[in-house]
Nanobody, 127 residues
Framework: VQLVESGGGLVQAGGSLRLSCQTS?????????IAWFRQAPEKGREAVAC????????YSVDSVKGRFTIFTDNAKNTVYLQMNSLKPEDTGVYYC????????????????????WGKGTPVTVSS
């Protein structure tokens, strides 16, 4: 399994970015659930959005709800994170992650162990 993120960069507050996660070795069905996490400087890693796997659900955590959206392109084996109305506190390294199995909508709100991680792509939002 490989997860390769891209699309990070420097953006002004209020701007938008779209992150991509090119995957190989996983499927976008009940066998895998996929998530985006982020880690701000000197802080722990936190989930921002996830897919359930089996039910096709798409979920964003409360802190980014209405601004960030996760979606997939099955034909391209790619997961995206569309980030709008960016704030300086969104600064961090963003990681794509996958775990085996299907989970209920919002599973990334809980501390489930992750099976696969990408190396991350940095996002910096200037004020």
């Amino acid at each position: 399994v490989q997860l390769v993120e891209s699309g990070g960069g420097l953006v002004q507050a209020g701007g938008s970015l779209r992150l991509s996660c090119q995957t190989s070795g996983i499927t976008f069905d009940h066998r895998y659930a996929i998530a985006w996490f982020r880690q701000a400087p000197e802080k722990g890693r936190e989930a921002v959005a996830c897919t359930g796997g089996g039910d096709g659900s798409l979920y964003s955590v409360d802190s980014v709800k209405g601004r960030f959206t996760i979606f997939t392109d099955n034909a391209k084996n790619t997961v995206y994170l569309q980030m709008n109305s960016l704030k300086p506190e969104d600064t961090g390294v963003y990681y794509c992650a996958a775990k085996r199995g299907a989970y209920n909508r919002g599973w990334c709100d809980y501390d489930y162990p992750i099976d696969y991680w990408g190396k991350g792509t940095p996002v910096t939002v200037s004020s």
